[in-house]
């Protein structure tokens, strides 16, 4: 029998290709979104690119603080798991909002353990970041590391993870795996899904690829005397595929009967890249300049942060596959064949 999952948040980037991945292994997905910052175009193109398995999505536009709309997708359907995406992510607009995160990413993700509790569905996988780990002392990060967050986003990740702590402890019945993500980029090799690059981008490749089709004029470097090996900031970017396929391999987790807890796992792949080591994959894998300018440090941001991936392929059996030159490779066709996102018609159609 097919397993069916709730989707929060899987019109999003990280989100439709995860539902994708989890059709074509043979799962149902029903996802719910507000579509806040994202389009249901994602979803009609998932369905396409799912083929056969195209028919098991099912989506509703729903804010997962709306209680009563998420009362109303549980009494409908049995599910035997969430993934849990939902959730505004701008650092710089957290810090200046910070009750709209805490609103938002905080008393949505209670609404959703209550009505989940209530329906006794008890198996979670949320994502967490590797902005709990803060400014880390050394590098790789394992999942022991001291925890700590540098803004109002980053709080609310924190957070999360301890409400999760908090209700498995006070109930064993629940199972949660909190997902540590590092720098999802990339996009489904096809072209037809990828992040939309909507307002002003907070992270490096989307400001990379808004320049190479011509919509900024050149790219900001936050930062080029970090004690690194050239100076810019070094991060462990992972193709969104490969952090994708982590997810089902959590979910393979949850249903092998296992006693799980509420247990958290890195994904990324281990490797640090530097800010001009990606730039110039890229320039390589679009054949575009990407003129730069450096500015000064950006404050919060960490000199150095990579994953330790020994807990993720012991446990899960899960290992990136794709390296900058792929996540370069293919953010590239998907930007060429999308300049503006999901706002303009797909080529292909
Ligand atoms: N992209 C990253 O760099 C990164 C890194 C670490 C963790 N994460 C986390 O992964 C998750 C997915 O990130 P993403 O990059 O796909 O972002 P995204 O913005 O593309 O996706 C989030 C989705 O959640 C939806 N959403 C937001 N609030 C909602 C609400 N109240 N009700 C219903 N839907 C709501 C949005 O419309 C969007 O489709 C987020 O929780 C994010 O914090 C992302
Ligand atoms: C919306 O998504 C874009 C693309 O992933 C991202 O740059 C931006 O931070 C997101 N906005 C919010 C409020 O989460």
Redesign the pocket.
Known sequence: MAKTVLV??G?????SHTVLQLLLAGFKAVV???????SEVAIKRVAELAGEFGKNIIFHK????DKEALEKVFASTTFDAVIH?????AVGESVHKPLLYYN?NII?TINLLEVMSAHGCKKLVF?????VYGWPKEVPCTEEFDLSATNPYGRT?LFIEEICRDIHISDPDWSIILLR?F??VGAHPSGHIGEDPRGFPN?LMPFVQQVAVGRRPALTVFGNDYSTKDGTGVRDYIHVVDLSDGHISALQKLFDGSEIGCEVYNLGTGKGTSVLEMVAAFEKASGKEIPLVIAGRRPGDAEIVYASTAKAEKELHWKAKYGIEEMCRDQWNWASMNPWGYGCPDPAD
């Open positions: 929060t948040g019109a999003g980037y990280i989100g719910v979104d507000n579509l806040e910052n994202s729903i804010d997962i603080r995406f939902a959730g505004l992510k938002n949505g994502s967490s970041s590797a902005t990740k993500y720098n999802p992270n």
